[in-house]
T-cell receptor, first 113, second 111 residues
Framework: AQSVTQLGSHVSVSEGALVLLRCNYS??????LFWYVQYPNQGLQLLLK??????LVKGINGFEAEFKKSETSFHLTKPSAHMSDAAEYFC???????????FGKGTTLSVSS | DADVTQTPRNRITKTGKRIMLECSQT?????MYWYRQDPGLGLRLIYY???????NKGEISDGYSVSRQAQAKFSLSLESAIPNQTALYFC??????????FGPGTRLTVL
């Protein structure tokens, strides 16, 4: 069975600061891992995905994530936060056997000027 | 046009009423999903379907039912709505185990 834990339900950064959103997963099979973003009053949009290719994955809007099997982690980072990055971020895991995505509880990112 | 559409976008109903939420996708995906989102709880899977003849219960299926009318259509029903089913509901689709594409959501309020 798969599970996802997002550490920190709320992260606050200043504009221009590093963004780090943490995600740890549990999976009995090699996982597919995803980060989604949800802007206010919108649906979820895929930021990036890991599907067993390169362990450092680059996504949209300057975000990237690194798959670390030894740490069972898939943390999301961005070197310099913008005000427009304020949103809720979800980490998700899927087993290759074809189960549905399992989502973490989300992390709300606030960016102050 | 959106790839995954949901109707209605907003719905207010009363306890005990039957409600159907509809979802359509134009991406040709084989898999479709229903989730509900509650503050602090993230997205929880209600039902999912890997093809027209395959329906599976998710984490929180009690009180819900689904119908996969065609590859492109997947509806969610609340047979007798109750207030704790007030939530934001999302439909999604995918090709195999690849990323899911989400609809814009349906905000349901049960009074």
């Amino acid at each position: 069975a798969q599970s996802v834990t997002q550490l920190g339900s709320h992260v606050s950064v200043s504009e221009g600061a590093l963004v780090l959103l943490r995600c740890n997963y549990s999976s009995s099979v090699p996982p597919y891992l995803f980060w989604y973003v949800q802007y206010p009053n919108q649906g979820l949009q895929l930021l990036l995905k890991y599907t067993s290719a390169a362990t450092l994955v680059k996504g949209i809007n300057g975000f990237e994530a690194e798959f670390k099997k030894s740490e069972t982690s898939f943390h999301l980072t961005k070197p310099s936060a913008h005000m427009s990055d304020a949103a809720e971020y979800f980490c998700a895991v899927s087993g290759q056997a074809g189960t549905a995505l399992i989502f973490g509880k989300g992390t709300t990112l606030s960016v102050s000027s | 046009d959106a790839d995954v559409t949901q109707t209605p976008r907003n719905r207010i109903t009363k306890t005990g009423k039957r409600i159907m939420l509809e979802c359509s996708q134009t991406k040709g995906h084989d898999r479709m999903y229903w989730y509900r989102q509650d503050p602090g709880l993230g997205l929880r899977l209600i039902y999912y379907s890997f093809d027209v003849k395959d329906i599976n219960k998710g984490e929180i299926s009690d009180g819900y039912s689904v119908s996969r009318q065609a590859q492109a259509k997947f509806s969610l029903s609340l047979e007798s709505a109750i207030p704790n089913q007030t939530a934001l509901y999302f439909c999604a689709s995918s090709r195999g185990s690849y990323e899911q594409f989400f609809g814009p959501g349906t905000r349901l309020t049960v009074l």
